[in-house]
């Protein structure tokens, strides 16, 4: 199965998507999700069934136009079309307008030609409206009748319709037995879709709007790729970029695809992607990402993923899914609209009959007042009700950082009770540095050389470290994960072990280490020993320092009543010194991956809704149990398919803003229903009592549906809350010039905060420290830098 977007010209309302839906759902192997407020449609279907040629066929059919070769031009030609046809309906309407002058007593002061005043006259020119701009109604009531759903157009046909042919009938009266100021309502047709397509015109231009996060998101991307070939540098169209090209990406340039460099190093600004201000270094087989920006030197790029395979793509096409995903709230909305056409129908007729038959009023003011009721009844502000703030909040969100990835959420966030948080990369920054080495420069090269076979973050602290301190690889063979404690393997004939306290504890391993290993989870370290031939060599301590922003987010959601938890497979000490640090309670430690959902579904049986927080990846099944799973990462390890959430970069201050969108949209979306329904209650009783005209009712069923649209624009200017730590007004800058690695950022980020000073930012870049001199002076910072064994320039 495989997923398109279609762009459809022609809907405008809920009936519009159910008569599109209800067709494909005849089909098999084939399903269709309308989005109404972007105008697309995306179909899931069997590619050896179905080709993008016979779903067009099949959307034609059904009266609407499907659009293949979708371009950001395409609204503007729908646009102008729709405002041509616009111009001839005035042109046509107006004469009719001036004649109508003629029958009111109030307006006897204005001239009017006898020709306007004609009966044939209008007949001819009413007709052009009514069967010429008005056939697009005609036909999307004649779809709509045949797959039994009615909508809007109907509405619009009926009394329209009526008003021409009662009109026609008073003509025909007239001709067989003249009287000297016949009345028609020929005005009244054309009026009405006139103001219908005004109405839809401006709706057309509010829907555009809707979607500007989107086309920011689009424009994102290069247009164009610098490609090697035949060692010639050739700029071709981003289209025209294949699997296995290479791209020369010159300094200040766009990375035009996704890929991994072959040649060169630089630093890359990834921010427009993950959100994070600082760039990030990038040498060969380093991954990168299609839309960001390569700040420094000239790179070349090996394309591994184009086109629709891309982040930016697959980011553009989570968006327009999930604001065509219908959440409860909307399916009940299309429940009540399919029966809302019928029930309006019938209180017109009825409002005929007891008007004309029971209480004698006039035929034609009886008539007039139930064409009124008509055409005031469109049910289109309700269908685009949800849709339109869906689209404008999904957006929004996107332009933060987020991507929800079904409509559900936005109703849970609500009821959300309590948060558990993965600690490693979600509420600390997920990259352990080694902080402390006790062993060897043997024993360096033992641990070099096995957790250079491991991925896990500690893993890779550790080879940084060796690397920094000139450490050897050595022959290693019968590498093996020891799950949730640790590596083994065998090392120039010697059986090795890297791992935890319990895996020293399991392997019943004597030791001397107990002293340093109580200091260091007191410190929040996590320690690792190395254990070779059954006799421990050494160990070393990391710290994963808290996120700036993970103690203003929890202490957010506490002042919300929101339960914080920490669930994670560090030691019981190190995490329960981090959750103090935090401020949460409900701890979880030591726990094995495959733990995680068992301790989410512990929670949810207290009654709670539980959302979970975690890195997406191995955390999959807790993302997926939790009644809400939020995913934190970026790049490439995006787990989408696990998470209801997922956030583009590792700010943890992006989950309460996550929660807050959803909450505003939601809350958008009552109001806008509240509109449509308290509209409708209004104004029906008004036009079947004679206090709104068949044209004024038309200019107001037009200007509901604007309203619902605009109410949804208004969450553009939502602000979401800022969790930004405050660096106060005594700040210092010093430069180190003889730091080289991220031990010496830890070691010097430990020596000012152990002395006192908050806010320290090591750059290794260009070897500068900031840091908040917290009332103390920049001579007791540079002692305590030069205490550590560095230079201060």
Known sequence: MIKKSIKVN???????????????????????????????????????????????DIVTKIGYEPILEGSLNDNKIERAKLRREIYISLVFSIPLLWAMFSHIEFFSFIYVPEILKNGIVQLVISGIVQFYIGRRFYKAAYHSIRKKVLGMDILVVMGTTSAYLYSLYLLYAQLSNPVMHPTYYFEISALIITMVLIGNYIEH??????????VELVNLGAKEARVLKNDREVMVDIDEVFLGDLIVVKAKEKIPIDGKIIKGKSFVDESMITGESIPVEKSIDSKVIGATINLRETIIVEATKIGSETMLAKIIETVEETSALKPPIQRTADKIASYFVPIVVSIAILNFIVQFWLLGIDFSIAFERTIAILVISCPCALGLATPTSILVGNGKAAQNHILYKGGEFFELANKIQAIAFDKTGTLTIGKPVVTDYIGGKK?????????????????????????DNQAKLLELSEFEVVEGKGIKGVINSDEVYIGSYNLIKELNVPHDYLDDYNKYLLEAKTVNFLVINNSIKAIYAVRDEIKDTSQLVIKEM???????YMITGDNHVVAKQIAKELGIKNVYSEV???????????????????????DGINDAPALKLADVGIAMGHGTDIAIDSSDVTLM????????????????????????????????????????????????????MAFSSITVVLNALRLKGYKLPEFKIDKGDDIMKLEVTDMTCNHCKMSITNALTENGFNNVEVNLEDKSVVFDLNGKTSEEAIKAIEGKGYHVK
């Open 10 to 56: 022609g809907m405008t309302c809920a009936m519009c998507a159910k008569t599109i839906t209800n067709t494909f759902d005849n089909y098999e192997g084939i399903s269709a999700n309308v989005n109404v407020g972007a105008g697309k449609v995306i179909f899931t279907y069997e590619e050896e069934k179905y080709s993008l040629v016979d779903i067009a």
């Open 205 to 214: 231009i509010a829907k555009e709007r809707t979607t500007d996060a989107l």
């Open 443 to 467: 024993s360096l090269d033992y641990l070099y050389t096995l957790e250079k076979e491991s991925t896990h973050p500690i893993s890779v602290s550790l080879v940084e470290y060796a690397k």
């Open 558 to 564: 506490k002042a919300r009543g929101l339960i914080p």
């Open 592 to 614: 094995l991956p495959h733990e995680k959902a068992k301790i989410v579904g512990d929670i949810q049986s207290k009654g709670l809704v539980t959302a979970f927080v975690g």
């Open 649 to 700: 970069s590792y700010d943890l201050g992006l989950v309460i803003k996550a929660i807050d969108m959803s909450k505003a949209t939601l809350k958008n979306i009552y109001q806008n229903f509240a509109w449509a329904f308290s509209y409708n209650l209004i104004a029906i009783p008004l036009a079947a009592t004679g206090r709104l005209s068949m044209v004024v009712a038309a200019a107001a």
